[in-house]
């Protein structure tokens, strides 16, 4: 991760992170294991998760590591759909960056099936082409999360937050110790 998603700067040191290494269901309905990274503080409530995830069937694209954000090349055609944790990056929305530091930058942070759960405006835009079919949250196919359903449930468990419960803008793929 040094030099890619972690570098000097970043607001948690290497040592307060955790690698895991997580089973969960693919889309081809099949088991599988993958990493992700987290801040040691919140890692055996993100195991536990994945745990209940696991139980519930729950169908994740890919279990992969974040790759490091640059915003120049941010790509609204990314086909990209990986479930992961730390990055340190800025808060994303889909009109780009922000200045201040995102959870996912502290690994408190995780996104799952960013392609099937998009950041969606309050006016309805979505960034990533491919994700825009998601914004009708009324469908339900595959990897979505619902208010309520096997994923939330699983967050709230151990206290986290939905951004698919924040007012105005909604960051479906989003999980939070913070609820930020």
């Given amino acids: ?50 745990g209940r995830l696991f139980q519930a069937r729950f169908p994740i694209q890919q279990l992969h590591l974040a790759v490091r954000y640059l915003p120049d090349q941010d790509d609204p055609n990314d086909t990209r759909n990986y479930t992961d944790g730390f990055n340190c990056r800025p808060v994303v929305t889909a009109w780009g960056p922000l200045a ?15 392609i099937q759960n998009p950041y969606v405006t309050s006016d309805g835009y ?17 990897g979505m999360i619902h208010s309520g359903d096997a994923v939330v ?5 151990v206290g986290w937050k939905w951004g698919g419960y924040w007012s105005g803008d909604k960051d479906y793929m989003h999980f939070s110790s913070t609820g930020r």
């Fill in 1 to 50: 991760m040094r030099g890619t998603t972690w570098q000097p700067g970043c607001p948690v040191p290497l040592r307060e992170l955790r690698l895991l290494t997580l089973r969960y269901w693919g889309m081809d309905g099949r088991a599988h294991q993958g990493p992700m990274v987290v801040n040691r503080a919140v890692a055996s409530q993100v195991v536990s998760v994945f």
């Fill in 100 to 114: 201040n530091w995102s959870q996912h930058a502290y690994g408190l942070a995780i996104d799952i099936n960013p």
């Fill in 126 to 142: 979505v960034r990533n082409v491919h994700a825009r079919p998601h914004r009708d949250r009324s469908l339900r196919r595959p």
């Fill in 153 to 157: 449930r699983a967050f709230a468990a």
